[in-house]
Protein backbone atom coordinates (compact mmCIF):
# COMPACT_ATOMS: atom_id res chain seq x y z
CA UNK A 1 0.00 0.00 0.00
CA UNK A 2 1.15 3.70 0.08
CA UNK A 3 0.82 5.57 2.56
CA UNK A 4 -1.64 8.99 2.60
CA UNK A 5 -2.43 9.89 5.96
CA UNK A 6 -0.39 8.62 8.81
CA UNK A 7 -1.86 7.42 12.02
CA UNK A 8 -3.19 10.38 14.41
CA UNK A 9 -2.67 13.21 12.02
CA UNK A 10 -5.57 15.52 10.11
CA UNK A 11 -4.72 16.28 6.65
CA UNK A 12 -7.01 14.65 4.28
CA UNK A 13 -4.14 13.76 2.02
CA UNK A 14 -4.84 11.85 -0.89
CA UNK A 15 -3.38 10.38 -4.31
CA UNK A 16 -4.45 13.00 -6.94
CA UNK A 17 -5.71 10.82 -9.46
CA UNK A 18 -6.13 13.96 -12.24
CA UNK A 19 -2.67 15.15 -11.88
CA UNK A 20 0.14 13.91 -14.03
CA UNK A 21 1.81 11.00 -12.15
CA UNK A 22 -0.85 11.19 -9.82
CA UNK A 23 0.93 12.67 -6.92
CA UNK A 24 -0.37 12.86 -3.06
CA UNK A 25 -1.68 15.72 -2.18
CA UNK A 26 -3.95 17.61 0.10
CA UNK A 27 -7.32 17.63 -0.44
CA UNK A 28 -8.80 21.20 -1.03
CA UNK A 29 -12.64 22.22 -0.37
CA UNK A 30 -14.37 25.68 -1.52
CA UNK A 31 -10.53 27.23 -1.03
CA UNK A 32 -9.17 25.65 1.73
CA UNK A 33 -7.29 22.90 2.70
CA UNK A 34 -9.17 19.66 4.19
CA UNK A 35 -8.65 18.18 7.44
CA UNK A 36 -11.02 15.38 8.89
CA UNK A 37 -12.51 16.38 12.28
CA UNK A 38 -11.94 14.76 15.46
CA UNK A 39 -15.79 12.79 16.37
CA UNK A 40 -15.46 12.04 20.00
CA UNK A 41 -13.13 9.95 21.37
CA UNK A 42 -11.39 9.59 17.97
CA UNK A 43 -8.34 12.11 17.32
CA UNK A 44 -7.30 12.12 13.40
CA UNK A 45 -7.36 9.22 11.37
CA UNK A 46 -7.21 5.94 13.85
CA UNK A 47 -5.30 3.88 11.25
CA UNK A 48 -2.30 4.11 8.80
CA UNK A 49 -4.31 5.24 5.69
CA UNK A 50 -3.61 4.73 2.39
CA UNK A 51 -4.13 2.94 -0.73
CA UNK A 52 -4.07 0.05 -2.71
CA UNK A 53 -2.09 0.97 -6.33
CA UNK A 54 -2.99 -0.68 -9.74
CA UNK A 55 -6.78 -0.62 -8.32
CA UNK A 56 -9.78 1.62 -9.21
CA UNK A 57 -13.56 0.90 -8.31
CA UNK A 58 -14.90 2.22 -11.21
CA UNK A 59 -17.83 4.62 -10.62
CA UNK A 60 -19.32 3.10 -14.12
CA UNK A 61 -19.72 -0.87 -12.39
CA UNK A 62 -22.59 -1.48 -10.03
CA UNK A 63 -20.86 -3.40 -7.23
CA UNK A 64 -23.02 -6.92 -6.92
CA UNK A 65 -22.61 -6.99 -3.20
CA UNK A 66 -23.13 -3.25 -2.28
CA UNK A 67 -25.69 -1.83 -5.36
CA UNK A 68 -23.65 0.77 -5.77
CA UNK A 69 -21.47 2.00 -8.36
CA UNK A 70 -17.55 2.76 -7.12
CA UNK A 71 -15.94 5.98 -5.95
CA UNK A 72 -13.86 6.71 -9.14
CA UNK A 73 -10.57 6.10 -6.83
CA UNK A 74 -8.07 3.23 -5.66
CA UNK A 75 -9.09 0.91 -2.99
CA UNK A 76 -8.81 2.28 0.64
CA UNK A 77 -6.91 0.79 3.13
CA UNK A 78 -6.60 0.82 7.40
CA UNK A 79 -3.03 -0.60 8.36
CA UNK A 80 -3.31 -1.65 12.00
CA UNK A 81 0.23 -2.23 12.83
CA UNK A 82 1.64 -0.42 15.87
CA UNK A 83 4.06 1.85 14.01
CA UNK A 84 3.20 5.08 12.69
CA UNK A 85 3.93 5.46 8.88
CA UNK A 86 5.11 8.34 7.01
CA UNK A 87 3.19 10.07 4.22
CA UNK A 88 4.24 8.45 0.83
CA UNK A 89 5.74 5.50 2.44
CA UNK A 90 5.45 2.43 0.50
CA UNK A 91 4.90 -1.01 2.94
CA UNK A 92 3.88 -4.24 2.48
CA UNK A 93 0.73 -5.37 4.10
CA UNK A 94 -1.41 -8.81 4.68
CA UNK A 95 -5.10 -8.73 4.12
CA UNK A 96 -6.95 -9.28 6.99
CA UNK A 97 -10.82 -8.46 5.80
CA UNK A 98 -12.72 -5.18 4.71
CA UNK A 99 -15.93 -3.31 5.74
CA UNK A 100 -18.09 -2.01 2.87
CA UNK A 101 -18.59 1.87 3.04
CA UNK A 102 -21.50 3.57 1.26
CA UNK A 103 -20.08 7.24 1.27
CA UNK A 104 -23.25 9.63 -0.39
CA UNK A 105 -24.50 6.61 -2.34
CA UNK A 106 -20.72 5.21 -3.63
CA UNK A 107 -19.15 2.10 -2.70
CA UNK A 108 -15.80 2.62 -1.15
CA UNK A 109 -14.18 -0.15 0.16
CA UNK A 110 -11.96 -0.63 3.56
CA UNK A 111 -9.53 -2.41 3.54
CA UNK A 112 -8.13 -4.40 7.10
CA UNK A 113 -4.44 -4.88 6.90
CA UNK A 114 -1.43 -5.06 8.81
CA UNK A 115 1.78 -4.15 7.88
CA UNK A 116 4.04 -8.00 7.62
CA UNK A 117 7.05 -5.98 8.83
CA UNK A 118 4.94 -5.06 12.62
CA UNK A 119 6.22 -7.38 15.35
CA UNK A 120 2.82 -9.26 15.75
CA UNK A 121 1.93 -9.52 11.85
CA UNK A 122 1.98 -13.33 12.36
CA UNK A 123 -0.28 -13.26 14.77
CA UNK A 124 -2.81 -11.80 12.30
CA UNK A 125 -4.53 -13.78 9.37
CA UNK A 126 -8.15 -12.82 9.39
CA UNK A 127 -10.56 -10.56 10.76
CA UNK A 128 -11.56 -12.16 13.06
CA UNK A 129 -7.86 -11.99 14.89
CA UNK A 130 -8.40 -8.46 14.47
CA UNK A 131 -11.68 -8.64 16.80
CA UNK A 132 -9.79 -10.90 19.37
CA UNK A 133 -6.40 -9.01 19.84
CA UNK A 134 -7.32 -5.65 18.98
CA UNK A 135 -10.97 -5.65 21.10
CA UNK A 136 -12.80 -2.55 20.47
CA UNK A 137 -10.86 -1.58 16.95
CA UNK A 138 -13.09 -2.93 14.59
CA UNK A 139 -15.83 -1.60 15.91
CA UNK A 140 -14.12 2.22 16.68
CA UNK A 141 -13.83 1.44 13.35
CA UNK A 142 -17.05 1.14 12.03
CA UNK A 143 -17.86 4.44 14.38
CA UNK A 144 -15.21 6.35 12.73
CA UNK A 145 -16.49 6.12 9.15
CA UNK A 146 -20.20 6.32 10.20
CA UNK A 147 -20.00 9.71 11.81
CA UNK A 148 -16.37 11.68 10.56
CA UNK A 149 -18.54 13.91 7.98
CA UNK A 150 -21.00 14.76 10.44
CA UNK A 151 -19.13 18.13 11.90
CA UNK A 152 -19.28 18.86 8.44
CA UNK A 153 -22.91 18.87 8.28
CA UNK A 154 -23.42 15.98 6.39
CA UNK A 155 -25.51 12.70 7.58
CA UNK A 156 -23.91 9.66 8.58
CA UNK A 157 -22.70 7.41 6.23
CA UNK A 158 -24.28 4.04 5.87
CA UNK A 159 -22.83 0.24 5.30
CA UNK A 160 -23.27 -2.76 3.07
CA UNK A 161 -23.87 -6.16 5.60
CA UNK A 162 -25.56 -4.12 8.53
CA UNK A 163 -21.70 -2.52 9.11
CA UNK A 164 -20.23 -6.36 9.70
CA UNK A 165 -16.79 -7.07 8.17
CA UNK A 166 -16.24 -9.45 5.68
CA UNK A 167 -13.49 -11.85 6.03
CA UNK A 168 -9.79 -12.23 4.27
CA UNK A 169 -10.71 -14.55 1.42
CA UNK A 170 -14.10 -12.11 0.34
CA UNK A 171 -11.24 -9.02 0.95
CA UNK A 172 -8.94 -10.05 -1.66
CA UNK A 173 -11.82 -11.04 -3.96
CA UNK A 174 -13.00 -7.45 -4.09
CA UNK A 175 -9.00 -6.50 -4.44
CA UNK A 176 -9.22 -8.12 -7.62
CA UNK A 177 -12.16 -7.44 -8.65
CA UNK A 178 -10.73 -3.76 -8.44
CA UNK A 179 -7.58 -4.66 -10.33
CA UNK A 180 -9.14 -5.89 -13.11
CA UNK A 181 -10.80 -2.52 -13.82
CA UNK A 182 -7.59 -0.86 -13.02
CA UNK A 183 -6.54 -2.80 -15.79
CA UNK A 184 -8.79 -1.74 -18.19
CA UNK A 185 -8.57 1.34 -17.10
CA UNK A 186 -4.59 1.62 -18.22
CA UNK A 187 -4.95 0.11 -21.56
CA UNK A 188 -7.64 2.43 -22.59
CA UNK A 189 -10.70 -0.19 -22.57
CA UNK A 190 -12.78 1.57 -20.20
CA UNK A 191 -13.47 5.62 -20.08
CA UNK A 192 -11.59 7.01 -16.86
CA UNK A 193 -12.58 10.53 -17.47
CA UNK A 194 -10.46 13.25 -16.04
CA UNK A 195 -8.43 10.19 -14.77
CA UNK A 196 -4.32 10.74 -15.57
CA UNK A 197 -2.99 7.49 -16.70
CA UNK A 198 0.18 8.63 -17.26
CA UNK A 199 2.71 6.25 -15.88
CA UNK A 200 6.57 4.52 -16.42
CA UNK A 201 5.36 0.56 -15.69
CA UNK A 202 2.92 -0.73 -17.35
CA UNK A 203 4.63 -0.90 -21.09
CA UNK A 204 1.62 -2.19 -23.37
CA UNK A 205 -0.45 0.92 -21.85
CA UNK A 206 -0.87 3.86 -24.32
CA UNK A 207 -0.34 6.27 -21.69
CA UNK A 208 3.17 4.78 -20.64
CA UNK A 209 5.60 7.37 -21.02
CA UNK A 210 9.34 7.25 -20.73
CA UNK A 211 11.78 8.64 -18.25
CA UNK A 212 12.40 11.42 -20.06
CA UNK A 213 8.77 12.77 -20.11
CA UNK A 214 8.37 11.98 -16.28
CA UNK A 215 11.57 13.92 -15.17
CA UNK A 216 10.02 16.78 -17.23
CA UNK A 217 6.82 17.38 -15.34
CA UNK A 218 8.17 16.64 -12.07
CA UNK A 219 11.06 19.24 -12.75
CA UNK A 220 7.74 21.27 -14.30
CA UNK A 221 6.30 21.51 -10.76
CA UNK A 222 6.22 24.24 -8.71
CA UNK A 223 9.41 24.11 -6.32
CA UNK A 224 7.92 22.92 -2.54
CA UNK A 225 7.64 25.62 -0.23
CA UNK A 226 7.53 25.60 4.09
CA UNK A 227 4.48 23.87 5.35
CA UNK A 228 1.68 26.26 6.57
CA UNK A 229 1.45 26.06 10.36
CA UNK A 230 -1.89 23.20 10.87
CA UNK A 231 -5.08 26.15 12.29
CA UNK A 232 -5.76 25.62 15.69
CA UNK A 233 -8.93 24.18 15.50
CA UNK A 234 -7.68 21.15 13.83
CA UNK A 235 -7.86 19.88 17.01
CA UNK A 236 -10.93 20.77 18.04
CA UNK A 237 -13.07 17.76 19.27
CA UNK A 238 -16.93 17.38 18.15
CA UNK A 239 -19.29 15.61 20.63
CA UNK A 240 -22.98 14.86 19.33
CA UNK A 241 -25.02 12.06 20.37
CA UNK A 242 -25.39 8.75 18.44
CA UNK A 243 -28.52 8.08 16.24
Not at 38 to 52: D, E, L, S
Not at 168 to 184: L, Y
Not at 206 to 215: G, H, L, N, V, W
Request: glycine share 6%; charged share 30%.
Amino acid sequence: MVVEVPRWTNAKMEIATKDPLNPIKQDVKKGKLRYVANVFPHKGYIWNYGAIPQTWEDPGHKDENTGCCGDNDPIDVCEIGSKVCSRGEVIKVKVLGTLALIDEGETDWKIIAINVEDPEAGNYNDINDVRRLKPGYLEATVDWFRRYKVPDGKPENQFAFNGEFKDKDFAVSVIKSTHEHWKALIAKKTDGGEINCTNLTVSDSPFCCSQECAKATVDAAPPGKAANPIPPEVDKWFYYQKN
